[in-house]
């Protein structure tokens, strides 16, 4: 199958960043006040001279060390903070560490995003109230994951979110170390606690419901950060990009064609839903997770038609009635 992309329009799409001159909502939230305050860990943590400096360092900080380091607060936490101490000695992690350093010397970008987004969130769901934000260090991941992100607490490892000039990146495939760089930290942030907003019916196996369950997740991100460019809400590259907006029939006509959307099989779904290089079933250009920017592009239709806001948009949990109401025809 031939796609009806053309070459110069992927380099130019490798060479933009896809930043929109436009906003997806003219949402008036300058009269919307949240408090925002990252805290900041890892230079406190290679400033500790001994395990027993990190113990007390990472004392008060009550939901980081239970939620994100999974300690205790008994003896048996001492390993944890000697092989710590041990890992922050090491000068490859120290050469990951000033690296660390000269990416994120500044981040009051990170802020503003961060407090933008809450505005936006508490904009729609007047309660919500912005978890508290750690940055850290973990050494690519050997004392920590590269970001939590849950009601109350964001941690994020900023070794992991370095991009493409680091030294030394995560462990994982090239196409998905793309998502690893600074300007994703808060998309990727808003995806995952767009799930505490996302009803959805867990006795619905099939691969529509989980195009529709992605597809309200970027919708989220689009609404609550809402001069973010599609690439960073999809996280596809412009080349990316290109090939799925410049060939959505051809794509489309695949699930239609082979009655992919009410497919329940286990085998089946991921490899539209699933973290891929390409899905080669349509096409080896095709980028991974295809089915989950279908997904939003069905929620963008139906939230058009039926006039819905957002929070109307994330409660609706049928997946079937929202894609009969959408009528989604690329």
């Not at 979110?161 to 994982?172: V, Y």
Request: with cysteine; net charge negative.
């Amino acid at each position: 199958m031939r796609l009806n992309f053309m070459y110069l329009l992927s380099l130019l799409a490798l060479m933009c960043s896809c930043q929109p001159d436009y906003c997806s909502n003219e949402v008036d939230v300058s009269d919307i006040s949240v408090d925002v305050e990252i805290i900041r860990l890892e230079d406190k943590i290679f400033s500790a001279q001994s395990s027993a400096e990190l113990r007390e360092l990472f004392q008060p900080h009550t939901q980081y060390r239970q939620r994100y380091a999974n300690l205790s607060g008994t003896a048996e936490d001492s390993l944890f903070y000697q092989e710590y101490f041990r890992i922050i000695q090491d000068p490859y992690i120290d050469t990951l560490y000033q690296q660390t350093k000269s990416v994120f010397s500044n981040i009051e970008s990170l802020e503003t995003d961060f407090e933008q987004a809450f505005r936006h969130i508490k904009y729609y769901y007047p309660n919500f109230q912005p978890p508290q934000i750690y940055t850290t260090f973990t050494g690519l991941g050997s004392l920590g994951s590269d970001l939590l992100v849950s009601d109350n607490l964001i941690v994020i490892s900023l070794d992991f979110f370095l991009g493409d000039g680091a030294r030394f990146r995560p462990q994982t495939h090239d196409y998905m170390l793309t998502r690893y760089r600074p300007e994703y930290i808060v998309p990727s942030s808003m995806m995952i606690l767009s799930d505490k907003f996302n009803n959805t019916n867990r006795e619905d196996n099939s691969l529509l419901a989980e195009m529709i369950y992605y597809g309200k997740s970027y919708y989220f991100m689009q609404q609550v950060m809402p001069c973010l460019p599609d690439t960073l809400i999809a996280g596809y590259d412009g080349v990316g990009m290109n090939i799925v907006t410049e060939n959505t029939k051809m794509i489309w006509s695949h699930f239609i064609d082979n009655e992919l959307l009410y497919e329940t099989s286990h085998t089946v779904i991921p490899r539209y839903v699933g973290e891929r290089p390409s899905v080669v079933e349509i096409n080896a250009k095709v980028p991974g997770r295809v089915g989950r920017w279908l997904g939003w592009q069905i929620i963008q239709n139906y939230s058009q038609r039926t006039d819905q806001d957002l929070p109307q948009v994330m409660q609706k949990g049928d997946a079937r009635q929202i894609f009969i109401q959408a009528k989604y025809r690329p």
